[in-house]
């Protein structure tokens, strides 16, 4: 197909184009029950080209798609378009990554429906509803320009996510946990998801009151969210380039905590968006972004890079219909990074339990693991204020219950110029990988 | 294509089988900073089939290739099959409907070439670009997409529905050293191509709004009176309200539908909500939701009390209460699930404005304008876009990052004032849930006082 398409597509400004086909099939547990199973077949293409140095993009999901229509629509999608020299980049050696794995392309229905069985076998708890679903994911991606450059790969995709929602008279307690990954998860993979969602609600069971003032708070991996979020925006080429990042102008100055590096890694082994090559045929690389607090550079896509002369990272993320986006794979954030002996999936153990060992010496704070409307402020401006999905008050360095009606509040880039603490608990949430890190000084208000 | 439908459904050897397929034809034209980013046509097409056996649970295909439909019939039926189920999943019965229901398309926008949507949409980001040289990006939207989708089920109901959307929005960033604000409009129509013009001024005030904000302090964090207005009090009813009132939160849950018992009082007297998938002319509405079910005023709060709630034909017979018209699916690749349409809290006394709630605030905020809302059930946030700080009665300084935390129990039971100027606030963006994002819903309020609620912030 895309030999087919670049060849219609016939423009001197040249041409990429993108093919991809999946299967995804779920099944979904609800109240402890399985309910449904289901499959999703999706094919489609996209085709981007330059014509009378204009950009146009277009796609179709059309099971046999007129090649032809296509071409028109983005040749009439170019004639709006912006004029970009777009450097379509030619054939080159991919590095290798697994991205397929055969025992999760194997896994028959019943497979899954055993595995979520048993999931919910062990977080069955009295009083508490347990939902589960499993998701398993084959797909295929072909990706080509008028260059010559080919890629391409077979890829396989996991997701098992399981949620305990237990109410008590008026008070409902959401506890929420996932395994994301290219294979199935290993039996110590669940053991770990199990595990994680234990240590959540054990000391969720008491309602505390929350504490007030600027206080030491930790961020779990999932609380890291909102604090991540803003540095993702202000790291992207796109942001540069509109004039918002506030890194932007900032590359080799000390900006952030002298332990904190933030890379983008297509090729982390076990990650769950690691692959050989990007949507717009760039062989993928690992990209430094933050070293020890240092910006080193930003995340672009062959679009953003023309603009910005400078060279794509390899983020370029399409999808069937619309132009490519800057997008991050994994983001390995943190002090330390994911190791093959130490992937930071199924060591879950006490010292490295909730908070990641980052309690000692507070007097009196929080750990928070899940803040309600994150992304939903001025986020690139770096502040946030966030009402607590899941947090729990640590009086004299230990957890003394969940709070509810609280608030916390801050600025990310005043907060994480000193990072008080680096948590032992590394591991993979979707494509982030972080450890906790201990904030100190965040405010927090209650009613 | 219905004889097709009609013949996939009798191969079909489920006991409940439906197939819904859509072809939704769709522009786009985008502006970043002053560059136009995209401009494109596309077409998207696909089926969904999800089947039900006695004693099993539901299977589910959705594809792309219509070529695929009877191999998808049949493979629905086997995964319902792979399904064992000791409690049986029932459906509430709806009587059979047969109809042709197209929503009007108000200027068809698949007659409207991308040109002219492109120097509609520069217009309105020139507006807001010229509004300030600390407006240093902006970006500016426009999207429409014109669906249809036809609906079958294995109990006589054959629906054919053409929905018309049509949204323009506007995001400007202003900056000024190191603060940065932002701006925003968003105007989101079930309607077509007429309804989208001579909005400049929305677009120029959300720009001057960014700027403005430069200035303002963030607020101060600590539990006040609120008042908030139309917008932001729409997006509150959906998130601390809309979400608990939709059945199949409750309908497994033993504890919930305790804590959900219709008759319980959630609020003062003075409050009214309820959800109008049958409204005319909104962004919500619709003739049938996606399990072929009409589309209806579900009265969920009256008086303070709970009267009713939100069904799918499985919810509604699992409680034995009747379908509302509320099982949604954003497209073919999602089956429906329990949604809302257009929710609201009704108004209050004729005459009462904005004012009269503020007059005897000695200090309070006054959260207006909406960049979301997410609820996690008991907790939500909802985040105004700007505020005001209340002083003496009087409506005083612009504060910012104003994000309230709220409480199902103690903020609903919080609203002691309610004004009478009523209006339904169409948004663009859509609500999110089980993966489905976004669904096109509309909110709509009128002023709204708090007595006390936790605004986020510095203490």
New interface residues.
């Given amino acids: 197909v895309i030999d087919q398409l670049l060849g219609a597509a016939r423009v001197n400004g040249g041409a990429d184009a993108l093919w991809r086909r999946e299967e995804r099939t779920a099944v979904a547990f609800e109240a402890g029950r399985l309910k449904t199973a289901g499959v999703t077949e999706e094919a489609g293409v996209n085709l981007r080209l330059v014509s009378g140095g204009r950009v146009g993009v277009a796609g179709t999901t059309a099971a046999a798609p007129d090649l032809e229509e296509l071409v028109a629509r983005a040749r009439a999608s170019a004639e709006l378009g912006e004029h970009l020299e777009l450097g379509f980049p030619p054939t080159s050696p991919l590095p290798r990554v697994p991205t397929f794995f055969d025992r999760a392309a194997n896994a028959s229905l019943d497979q899954l429906i055993v595995m979520g069985r048993h999931l919910v076998e062990r977080l069955a708890r009295e009083g508490c509803q347990v939902n589960v679903v499993i998701e398993r994911e084959v797909g295929e991606t072909a990706v080509g320009n008028s260059a010559g450059a080919r890629g391409g790969y077979p890829a396989t995709g996991v997701g098992v996510t399981a949620e305990i929602v237990r109410i008590v008279a008026d008070d409902v307690l959401m506890i929420y946990d996932q395994y994301v990954g290219g294979d199935l998860p290993t039996d110590g993979d669940l053991d770990a998801l199990v595990r994680s969602i234990e240590t959540r609600l054990e000391p969720a069971l008491s309602v505390v009151s929350p504490p007030e003032g600027a206080l030491p708070v930790v961020f779990t991996p999932a609380g890291l969210a909102a604090i991540v979020l803003p540095l993702e925006q202000a790291l992207s080429g796109k942001m540069v380039l509109q004039g918002t990042s506030p890194l932007a102008g900032r590359v080799g100055e000390q900006v952030l905590d002298a332990r904190l590096s933030i890379t983008d890694d297509p090729l982390a082994a076990g990650g769950p968006a690691s692959r050989p090559i990007d949507d717009e045929c760039v062989p993928s690389a690992t990209t430094p972004l933050v070293e020890r607090g240092v910006v080193r550079g930003f995340v672009y896509d062959l679009e953003t890079a023309a603009r910005a002369q400078s060279r794509s990272t390899g983020n370029g993320r399409r999808g069937i219909f619309g132009k490519p986006v800057i997008r991050y794979t994994n983001l390995i954030v943190g002090d330390l990074r994911p190791t093959p002996d130490a992937p930071g999936r199924g060591a879950w153990d006490v010292g490295r339990a909730l908070g990641g060992g980052l309690l000692d010496g507070i007097a009196d704070g929080l750990i928070v693991d899940d803040l309600i409307g994150v992304g939903q402020g001025n986020v690139i401006g770096g502040g946030f204020s966030h009402p607590v999905g899941l947090a729990y008050r640590v009086e004299r360095g230990t957890i003394t219950g969940r709070v509810k009606d609280a608030a916390v509040a801050g600025n990310v880039y005043d907060l994480l110029k000193r990072i008080a603490g680096f948590g032992t608990d590394g591991r993979w949430l979707g494509a982030r990988w972080s450890p906790s890190l201990r904030l100190d000084g965040v405010s927090v208000a209650r009613r | 294509l219905k004889d097709r439908l009609a013949a996939a459904l009798k191969a079909s050897r489920a006991d409940y089988t439906e197939i819904r397929v859509e072809r939704t034809w769709?522009s786009?034209?985008t502006y970043?900073?002053r560059?136009?980013?995209?401009?494109?046509?596309?077409?998207?097409?696909?089926g969904f089939v999800r089947s039900l056996n006695r004693g099993c649970?539901?299977?589910?295909?959705?594809?792309?290739?219509?070529?695929?439909l009877p191999a998808?019939v049949a493979?629905a039926n086997e995964?319902?099959r792979?399904?064992?189920?000791?409690?049986p999943?029932r459906l509430a019965d709806t009587a059979p409907h047969v109809a042709d229901a197209a929503l009007d398309l108000d200027g068809d926008v698949r007659g409207i070439s991308?040109?002219e949507k492109?120097n509609l949409i520069e217009a309105y980001n020139g507006a807001m670009l010229a509004v300030s040289d600390a407006v240093?990006?902006t970006q500016a939207s426009y999207r429409d997409e014109v669906s249809e989708v036809w609906y079958v089920n294995s109990e006589g109901t054959a629906l054919a529905q053409l929905r018309p959307e049509v949204a323009v929005s506007g995001t400007a960033?202003a900056?000024r050293n190191?603060?940065?604000?932002?701006g925003l409009a968003s105007i989101g129509l079930r309607k077509g191509w007429r309804s989208v013009h001579g909005l400049e001024q929305r677009f120029r005030v959300a720009a001057r709004r960014a700027v403005d904000l430069l200035d303002a302090p963030?607020v101060q964090?600590?539990?006040y009176p609120v008042i908030l207005d139309n917008e932001l009090a729409g997006v509150f009813i959906h998130e601390a309200f809309g979400h608990l009132s939709e059945a199949d939160f409750v309908y497994?849950?033993p504890?919930?539908r305790e804590?959900m018992t219709l008759g319980r009082r959630f609020g003062k007297p003075v409050l009214n909500v309820g959800d109008n998938g049958a409204a005319p002319h909104l962004r919500g509405t619709l003739p049938f939701d996606d399990e072929g079910t009409p589309t209806q005023d579900t009265p969920l709060i009256q008086e303070g009390i709970l009267v009713g709630r939100l069904h799918s034909r499985e919810t509604a017979a699992a409680l034995g209460e009747r379908p509302t018209g509320n099982a949604r699916a954003i497209s073919f690749?999602h089956?429906p699930i329990v949604r809302m349409t257009n929710t609201y809290i009704g108004p209050g006394p004729a005459g009462r404005g904005c004012a009269d709630l503020i007059k005897d605030v000695k200090l309070g905020v006054y959260a207006c304008g909406a960049?979301?809302?997410?609820?996690?059930?008991?907790?939500?946030?909802?985040?105004a876009a700007w505020g005001h700080m209340i002083r003496d009665g009087h409506v005083a300084e612009l504060v910012?990052?104003v994000?309230?935390?709220?409480?199902?129990?103690?903020t609903l039971d919080r609203i002691d004032h309610i004004a009478g100027d009523f209006t339904w606030n169409q948004m663009g963006g859509g609500c999110g849930k089980g993966g489905q994002v976004p669904l096109p819903v509309t909110e709509g309020a009128p002023h709204v006082r708090i007595e006390?609620?936790?605004?986020?912030?510095?203490?």
Avoid: H
């Fill in positions: 769709s786009a034209v970043r900073g560059r136009l980013e995209t401009a494109t046509v596309s077409e998207d097409q696909g649970g539901w299977g589910i295909a959705s594809f792309t290739s219509l070529d695929a998808m493979r995964l319902s792979a399904v064992r189920l000791d409690k999943i991308l040109a492109k240093v990006d960033i900056r190191g603060t940065i604000e932002k963030r964090g600590g539990a497994e849950n504890q919930a804590m690749r089956p960049f979301g809302g997410q609820t996690m059930l008991e907790n939500f946030s909802f985040t910012k990052d994000v309230l935390a709220g409480n199902l129990f103690q006390e609620a936790l605004v986020g912030g510095d203490v």
